[in-house]
Nanobody, 120 residues
Framework: QVQLVESGGGLVQPGGSLRLSCAAS????????MGWYRQAPGKQRELVAT???????NYADTVKGRFTISRDNAKNTVYLQMSSLKPEDTAVYYC??????????????WGQGTQVTVSS
Protein backbone atom coordinates (compact mmCIF):
# COMPACT_ATOMS: atom_id res chain seq x y z
CA GLN A 1 0.00 0.00 0.00
CA VAL A 2 1.45 3.33 -1.10
CA GLN A 3 0.68 6.42 0.95
CA LEU A 4 1.48 10.11 0.92
CA VAL A 5 1.39 11.88 4.27
CA GLU A 6 1.61 15.65 4.54
CA SER A 7 2.69 17.61 7.60
CA GLY A 8 3.65 21.13 8.58
CA GLY A 9 0.43 23.05 8.09
CA GLY A 10 -0.97 25.47 10.63
CA LEU A 11 -1.89 29.06 11.42
CA VAL A 12 0.55 31.80 10.48
CA GLN A 13 0.37 35.58 10.33
CA PRO A 14 0.58 37.45 7.02
CA GLY A 15 4.20 37.78 5.98
CA GLY A 16 5.17 34.66 7.86
CA SER A 17 6.62 31.36 6.70
CA LEU A 18 5.75 27.68 6.85
CA ARG A 19 7.39 24.55 5.56
CA LEU A 20 5.26 21.65 4.38
CA SER A 21 6.54 18.11 4.06
CA CYS A 22 5.10 15.11 2.25
CA ALA A 23 6.55 11.66 2.74
CA ALA A 24 5.73 8.69 0.56
CA SER A 25 5.71 5.23 2.10
CA UNK A 26 5.24 1.69 0.86
CA UNK A 27 7.11 -0.60 -1.50
CA UNK A 28 8.32 2.24 -3.71
CA UNK A 29 10.64 1.65 -6.64
CA UNK A 30 10.74 5.20 -7.96
CA UNK A 31 8.85 8.47 -7.74
CA UNK A 32 8.69 10.62 -10.84
CA UNK A 33 7.03 14.04 -10.66
CA MET A 34 5.95 15.27 -7.22
CA GLY A 35 3.86 18.33 -6.61
CA TRP A 36 1.79 20.50 -4.33
CA TYR A 37 -1.75 21.63 -5.03
CA ARG A 38 -4.17 23.64 -2.93
CA GLN A 39 -7.88 24.11 -2.58
CA ALA A 40 -9.46 27.12 -0.93
CA PRO A 41 -13.07 27.07 0.29
CA GLY A 42 -15.47 27.35 -2.62
CA LYS A 43 -12.70 27.10 -5.21
CA GLN A 44 -11.27 24.40 -7.42
CA ARG A 45 -8.04 22.64 -6.59
CA GLU A 46 -5.13 24.42 -8.25
CA LEU A 47 -1.48 23.73 -8.97
CA VAL A 48 1.05 25.33 -6.65
CA ALA A 49 4.32 23.77 -7.77
CA THR A 50 5.81 20.61 -9.23
CA UNK A 51 9.29 19.11 -9.27
CA UNK A 52 10.70 16.39 -11.45
CA UNK A 53 12.94 13.63 -10.20
CA UNK A 54 15.95 15.51 -11.58
CA UNK A 55 14.90 18.71 -9.84
CA UNK A 56 13.23 20.74 -12.58
CA UNK A 57 10.56 22.95 -11.04
CA ASN A 58 7.38 24.67 -12.13
CA TYR A 59 5.40 27.24 -10.15
CA ALA A 60 2.03 28.92 -10.34
CA ASP A 61 2.42 32.62 -11.06
CA THR A 62 0.72 33.46 -7.77
CA VAL A 63 3.51 31.87 -5.71
CA LYS A 64 6.62 32.53 -7.81
CA GLY A 65 9.33 34.17 -5.76
CA ARG A 66 7.61 33.30 -2.48
CA PHE A 67 7.40 29.48 -2.46
CA THR A 68 10.17 26.96 -3.09
CA ILE A 69 9.60 23.28 -3.84
CA SER A 70 12.33 20.73 -3.21
CA ARG A 71 12.66 16.99 -2.76
CA ASP A 72 14.85 14.34 -1.19
CA ASN A 73 14.76 11.27 -3.40
CA ALA A 74 16.49 9.11 -0.79
CA LYS A 75 13.69 9.89 1.67
CA ASN A 76 10.85 9.86 -0.90
CA THR A 77 9.89 13.26 0.44
CA VAL A 78 8.87 16.56 -1.13
CA TYR A 79 8.89 19.91 0.63
CA LEU A 80 7.25 23.27 0.11
CA GLN A 81 8.90 26.26 1.75
CA MET A 82 6.36 29.08 1.86
CA SER A 83 7.43 32.63 2.64
CA SER A 84 5.77 36.05 2.57
CA LEU A 85 2.46 34.32 3.10
CA LYS A 86 -0.75 36.15 2.26
CA PRO A 87 -4.32 35.58 3.43
CA GLU A 88 -5.15 34.38 -0.09
CA ASP A 89 -2.71 31.49 0.42
CA THR A 90 -5.17 30.03 2.92
CA ALA A 91 -6.20 26.60 1.68
CA VAL A 92 -5.86 22.88 2.18
CA TYR A 93 -2.55 21.88 0.61
CA TYR A 94 -2.31 18.49 -1.05
CA CYS A 95 0.71 16.48 -2.08
CA UNK A 96 0.62 14.59 -5.38
CA UNK A 97 3.04 12.11 -6.90
CA UNK A 98 3.60 9.68 -9.77
CA UNK A 99 4.79 6.54 -7.98
CA UNK A 100 6.15 3.26 -9.32
CA UNK A 101 6.21 0.16 -7.16
CA UNK A 102 7.53 -3.27 -8.07
CA UNK A 103 4.21 -4.27 -9.56
CA UNK A 104 2.15 -1.18 -10.25
CA UNK A 105 2.16 2.49 -11.12
CA UNK A 106 0.19 5.12 -9.24
CA UNK A 107 0.38 8.08 -11.62
CA UNK A 108 -1.89 10.37 -9.60
CA UNK A 109 -1.47 9.56 -5.91
CA TRP A 110 -2.80 12.13 -3.44
CA GLY A 111 -2.19 12.79 0.21
CA GLN A 112 -4.94 13.61 2.69
CA GLY A 113 -4.13 17.33 2.78
CA THR A 114 -2.91 19.76 5.40
CA GLN A 115 -4.59 23.03 6.33
CA VAL A 116 -2.70 26.30 5.97
CA THR A 117 -4.37 29.39 7.39
CA VAL A 118 -2.86 32.84 6.97
CA SER A 119 -4.52 35.31 9.30
CA SER A 120 -3.73 37.97 11.85
Amino acid sequence: QVQLVESGGGLVQPGGSLRLSCAASGSIFRINVMGWYRQAPGKQRELVATISRSGSTNYADTVKGRFTISRDNAKNTVYLQMSSLKPEDTAVYYCNADILTGGARYPDKWGQGTQVTVSS
